[in-house]
Nanobody, 125 residues
Framework: QVQLVQSGGGLVQAGGSARLSCVAS????????MGWFRQAPGKEREFVAR????????YYADSVKGRFTISRDNTKNTVYLQMNRLKAEDTAVYYC??????????????????WGQGTQVTVSS
């Protein structure tokens, strides 16, 4: 069974940095693109970033472009989200997810099959 276990996050000051990790098991990790989403209280889950299976291709939401970096280490079955220059509006629960193979929609939660447990990131201003 597929499991995604997240770590990282917490309370960060505005302008600071944080890194999220997501370790996958139960699947051939290097075969799948991965994504990060976030959900703030009272809001819908929104796309943050996606990385191809090889790590060569990345795609970001406009709101995080230039501040966040998605990366992966296929030898460790792990995907990362490095978040820099954090803002109060980045406060949310962050989720990693497995992008459904053969799906060319990147930004919809419906294009992702398995999800991590979620990690709270709170940015204090």
């Amino acid at each position: 069974q597929v499991q995604l276990v997240q770590s990282g996050g917490g309370l960060v000051q505005a302008g600071g940095s944080a890194r999220l990790s997501c370790v996958a098991s139960g699947l051939t990790f290097s075969n799948y693109a991965m994504g990060w989403f976030r959900q703030a209280p009272g809001k819908e889950r929104e796309f943050v970033a996606r990385i191809s299976w090889s790590g060569d291709g990345t795609y970001y939401a406009d709101s995080v472009k230039g501040r966040f970096t998605i990366s992966r280490d296929n030898t460790k079955n792990t995907v990362y989200l490095q978040m820099n220059r954090l803002k109060a509006e980045d406060t949310a629960v962050y989720y990693c997810a497995v992008h459904r193979d053969g799906t060319y929609v990147y930004t919809s939660p419906g294009a992702y099959d398995y999800w991590g447990q979620g990690t709270q990131v709170t940015v204090s201003s």
